[in-house]
């Protein structure tokens, strides 16, 4: 019995906003054929967005507090690339908090990406 997800042996994937509809990250919505990552970098997306929004934080000043890149983190809320983990420890070090829910596997495997970030 394969338990794979569709896509997920697949390396070297377009970026996220390429297997989506609709405005990232808000209003995107993932193809049902969609590589796991892509509801990963969906929830992901919102969630920094929330928080830019909530503490009234540019992406660059985000990307700032973080070290990396200064277009980093607007690029992965645009869904225009798939943040690697050194990266996403970054984030969570330099805003303090989770940035993916625990259980968001679970989700994926619905091929769903409705799910709220780790606070709503």
Same mark, same amino acid.
């Given at each position: 019995?394969? @338990?794979?997800?569709? !896509?997920?042996?697949?390396? =070297?994937?377009? &970026?996220? *906003?390429?297997?989506?509809? =609709?405005?990232?990250?808000?209003?995107?919505?993932?193809?049902?054929? &969609?590589?796991? =990552?892509?509801?990963?970098?969906?929830?992901?997306?919102?969630?920094? &967005?929330?928080?830019?929004?909530?503490?009234?934080?540019?992406?660059?000043?985000?990307?700032?507090?973080?070290?990396?890149?200064? @277009?980093?983190? !607007?690029?992965?809320?645009?869904?225009?690339?798939?943040?690697? *983990?050194?990266?996403?420890?970054?984030?969570?070090?330099? *805003?303090?908090?989770? *940035?993916?829910?625990? =259980?968001?596997?679970?989700? &994926?495997?619905? !091929? @769903?990406?409705?799910?709220?970030?780790?606070?709503?």
């Amino acid at each position: 019995m394969d @338990t794979r997800l569709p !896509g997920s042996g697949v390396r =070297g994937d377009k &970026a996220p *906003l390429t297997y989506t509809t =609709g405005e990232w990250p808000r209003h995107a919505v993932a193809n049902p054929d &969609a590589p796991v =990552g892509v509801h990963y970098s969906l929830v992901l997306a919102r969630t920094i &967005a929330d928080i830019a929004e909530r503490e009234k934080l540019s992406h660059r000043a985000i990307s700032r507090k973080a070290m990396l890149n200064p @277009t980093a983190v !607007g690029r992965i809320v645009r869904g225009e690339l798939y943040p690697d *983990l050194a990266t996403l420890a970054r984030l969570e070090v330099a *805003l303090q908090t989770d *940035l993916l829910p625990p =259980g968001l596997f679970r989700e &994926a495997r619905q !091929g @769903t990406s409705t799910v709220d970030g780790p606070d709503g």
